[in-house]
């Protein structure tokens, strides 16, 4: 018997079914996040040590050092801020280009934590009592609790004897270098998100005709 195939049959073929393998990553990488945070740590050493030393040369070349303190100590003052921004965002356009091509979710993911890693490292150095590294901001907010915790300031609640006068003027400082932190670390962390975004390399893409 023999079986002959005719043209008006039709076949059915079931489509194979595939294992699909997907693989899992880290979207964190350490490695271009530490490399950012040490050229954001050198970036902001050497743009205080500018600012510091244009300070120092008026102060030198000034006929009244004295009166011109203040003034170049605000100066000072703002420019460790800015330089603090200067330095995340290049700290984390470099972690970004190190990381190779990566959406820009990722980017922004890995720019956050290298600016929480840098925030934490910089109030370990000002507990350390290593100041301006990270800017004044967090400088000063450092100082208020050190003060606080050591006792070196008098809080109405420990002594009475002080008076009203000095116990607003605590508060005012305290609150002065405290929100000081606070918005330093916000705009250090826009800082870090817009580096990122900046340095995120898209994937290409080849279409494969």
């Known amino acids: 018997m023999t079986y002959v195939n005719r043209p008006t049959d039709s076949y059915v073929t ?12 880290d979207r964190v990488r350490w490695g271009p996040i530490i490399s950012g945070i040490v050229v954001a740590l050198a970036t902001q050493l050497i743009l205080s040590a500018l600012g510091a030393a244009i300070g120092s ?24 801020v800015i330089s603090l921004l200067i330095s995340l965002f290049l700290g984390s356009w470099v972690a970004a280009r190190a ?8 980017a922004l993911l890995n720019g956050a934590i290298l600016w929480a ?21 967090a400088s000063n907010a450092g ?9 070196d300031v008098n809080l109405p609640n420990n002594q009475p004897t002080v008076t009203a006068d000095q116990a607003r003027a605590i508060a005012d400082n305290a609150a002065k270098g405290l929100w000081s932190f606070v918005i330093g670390s916000l705009l250090g962390l826009a800082a870090s998100l817009a580096g990122a975004s900046t340095g995120a390399q898209s994937p290409r893409v080849h279409r494969v005709n």
């Open 117 to 137: 890693t840098t925030l934490a490292l910089s109030s370990w150095l000002v507990a350390s009592g290593v100041t301006g590294a990270f800017g004044i901001a």
């Open 14 to 25: 079931d489509t194979p079914v595939v294992n699909q393998v997907i693989e899992y990553h």
């Open 99 to 106: 990381c190779g091509p990566i959406n820009r979710n990722t």
């Open 143 to 151: 100082e208020v609790i050190n003060q606080v915790q050591q006792g």
């Open 57 to 80: 040369t008026f102060l030198a070349g000034s006929g009244a050092p004295r009166s011109n303190a203040p003034g170049v100590g605000t100066g000072v003052g703002i420019w460790s």
